[in-house]
């Protein structure tokens, strides 16, 4: 799809012309449904209650408070953060930005990872009740406010780490003392596996899971958000481009990211998604999805060319893990590659390189890759192409 670089006054007039233009939908009968409130599509997020714009807002690259401020303006509601995003830099933007706004006119989800949690995804003895409290305060100090409306575990990739208790305890707590109105958990690897997990808990209230175009199981996924929703759980999309605006590194095959959101939300069960946005640009593509939710026929047949191509996106499947001769941990170097390369990110991926500890060539000695990778990916060209960064010093990346 094109892109046009916005600025903020242009966008701002082109947005109230858009407001006046009369809306006409394509499309089934249960999208028509979902359009309320100045035909800005919304759902329920589950047991919530809450009526909610179909798109909101992914802040985790943003830097800019005149956009987040433009999509509110515009009618988005929910701003979804997290404690680790941007060393907290991202939370204290959108606490200085809404701290003079009406409480009741936003809703904040925001992220806390818990420590201690092994690359097996499950808790040790240092995941504790006191560590997570003590990340949370911080959040909320950053945020200046007096509670959040969705307090998320972040990035929970096994049923036992919903069942730990100290983390249990740390949220009922909050939730008791009306430090959350809500509690959930994201998740990245092993989605199915931990929302059907999830759905028979009764303890939580939204997730935050990938689900996109482009996972290999979709019809097991697709049952279990199924599930979840049944169970009351609100359900919430990330990860929707599959990888970023590009299907390549030289970007020369652009992603048609309106197709990539209408897709997700095809799905009745999906409530709303978090689209990241860091220009006018984005926000302008993704308040037309309010509008018009619905896959048109030029979008289907993108999402077809897309899908037949690779892209940046590592799908968390994990089939690789067994598969290297080193045991590198394939996944996350895939995942800063997409970083690096998907959402132009060096930051991220410099950070997620640093703490993956796994130097500047860790394919250096080995001649010939066993690594088989479902998704076609040439694991160790890309594993060489990002691990490269490491040698950068710290202050000349973005
Ligand atoms: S080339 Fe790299 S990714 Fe492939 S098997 Fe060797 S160490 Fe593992
Ligand atoms: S096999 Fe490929 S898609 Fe699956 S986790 Fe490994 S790198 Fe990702």
């Not at 997020?45 to 433009?70: E, W, Y």
Request: charged share 20%; with cysteine; glycine share 6%.
């Amino acid at each position: 799809m094109s892109r046009v670089n916005y600025n903020r006054r242009k966008f701002l007039r082109i947005g109230a012309a858009g407001a006046a233009g009369a809306i006409v939908l394509k499309g089934s009968a249960a999208a028509v449904s979902d359009m309320q409130d100045n035909n800005i599509a919304t759902r329920i997020l589950g047991r919530t209650n809450i009526k909610i714009p179909v798109i909101s807002f992914g802040v985790m690259r943003a830097d800019s408070p005149a956009l987040c401020r433009a999509a509110w303006e515009n009618g988005i509601r929910l701003f979804d953060t997290a404690n680790v995003y941007q060393n907290g830099n991202n939370e204290s933007m959108l606490g200085n930005l809404f701290k003079d706004l009406p409480r009741d006119s936003f809703m904040i989800e925001t992220k806390v990872k818990p420590s201690g949690v092994g690359q097996n995804g499950l808790p040790t003895s240092q995941t504790t009740t006191d560590d997570f409290l003590t990340k949370f305060k911080t959040s909320l100090s950053r945020l200046k406010l007096d509670y959040v409306d969705f307090l998320l575990v972040h990035d929970v990739s096994t049923p036992e780490m919903l069942n730990h208790k100290p983390l249990i305890a740390a949220l009922s707590r909050l939730k008791k003392e009306k430090k959350t109105r809500f509690v959930g958990f994201s998740t990245h690897n092993n989605m199915a596996g931990v929302i059907r997990a999830a759905s028979e808990s009764g303890f939580w209230d939204v997730i935050l899971t990938s689900y996109n175009f482009r996972l290999p199981n979709i019809s097991e996924m697709n049952e279990a958000v199924e599930k979840a929703a049944s169970a009351g759980i609100g359900i919430i999309a990330m990860k929707t481009l599959a990888g970023g605006a590009f299907l390549d590194k030289e970007k020369t095959k652009p992603v048609n990211t309106t197709a990539a959101i209408k897709w997700a939300l095809s799905n009745p069960n999906i409530h709303t998604t978090i689209p990241g946005m860091t220009t006018f640009d984005h926000l302008t593509s993704n308040l037309a999805i309010l509008k018009d939710p619905v896959l048109n026929e030029n979008e289907k047949k993108d999402l077809i060319t897309m899908a037949a191509e690779p892209g940046m996106y590592c799908i968390g499947c994990n089939q690789c893990l067994e598969t290297c001769r080193l045991r590198l941990p394939v996944p996350d170097l895939m995942r800063a590659y997409m970083y690096a390369y998907g959402y132009s990110n060096g930051r991220m991926a410099y950070d997620l390189l640093g703490s993956l500890g796994t130097g500047a060539a860790p394919c250096v000695n080995c001649n010939s890759c066993t690594v088989k990778c479902t998704n076609n990916f040439n694991v160790k060209e890309k594993i060489s192409d990002v691990s490269r960064l490491v040698n950068m010093p710290s202050e000349f990346i973005a």
